[in-house]
């Protein structure tokens, strides 16, 4: 669900403040800081919650380390991906060359030589 609600300044701190909802509970995130936290961990790990950090540099270094685990699986597989693609498209252009080729229908013709030129083209 989406959270609407207000803005309410907090009178002790005036550069403060908290979200409110609409059934004036107050939002479970308290800072910024609080709801990168929640958003990076919860798109990057499995999200048991049952050891976690409390505080700040804890959660940074936290955000930081699962941002670095991301990339270093997902720059490598997108690489290794593209060599692939590109290695698959060189050898289904080497085998459409092949079948279009009549030096490559004789030389599969010359391999057996009871082949004729017509069994040798229909096979190709």
């Given at each position: 669900?989406?959270?609407?609600?207000?803005?309410?300044?907090?009178?002790?701190?005036?550069?403060?403040?908290?979200?409110?909802?609409?059934?004036?509970?107050?939002?479970?995130?308290?800072?910024?800081?609080?709801?990168?936290y929640?958003?990076?961990?919860?798109?990057?790990?499995?999200?048991?919650?049952?050891?976690?950090p409390?505080?700040?540099?804890?959660?940074?270094?936290?955000?930081?380390?699962?941002?670095a685990?991301?990339?270093?699986?997902?720059?490598?597989?997108?690489?290794?991906?593209?060599?692939?693609?590109?290695?698959?498209?060189?050898?289904?252009?080497?085998?459409?060359?092949?079948?279009?080729?009549?030096?490559?229908?004789?030389?599969?013709?010359?391999?057996?030589?009871?082949?004729?030129?017509?069994?040798?083209?229909?096979?190709?």
């Amino acid at each position: 669900s989406v959270e609407l609600g207000e803005w309410v300044e907090d009178p002790q701190t005036p550069t403060l403040g908290f979200w409110f909802r609409k059934d004036a509970q107050r939002t479970t995130f308290p800072d910024f800081v609080e709801g990168w936290y929640w958003c990076v961990q919860t798109l990057t790990s499995e999200g048991y919650g049952d050891i976690f950090p409390i505080t700040i540099a804890g959660k940074v270094i936290a955000v930081l380390a699962s941002l670095a685990g991301v990339l270093i699986l997902a720059l490598p597989i997108t690489i290794i991906g593209s060599n692939f693609d590109e290695e698959l498209y060189r050898s289904n252009r080497w085998l459409a060359f092949q079948r279009r080729s009549r030096v490559h229908r004789c030389r599969v013709a010359n391999r057996d030589p009871t082949w004729t030129a017509a069994e040798a083209a229909a096979a190709a």
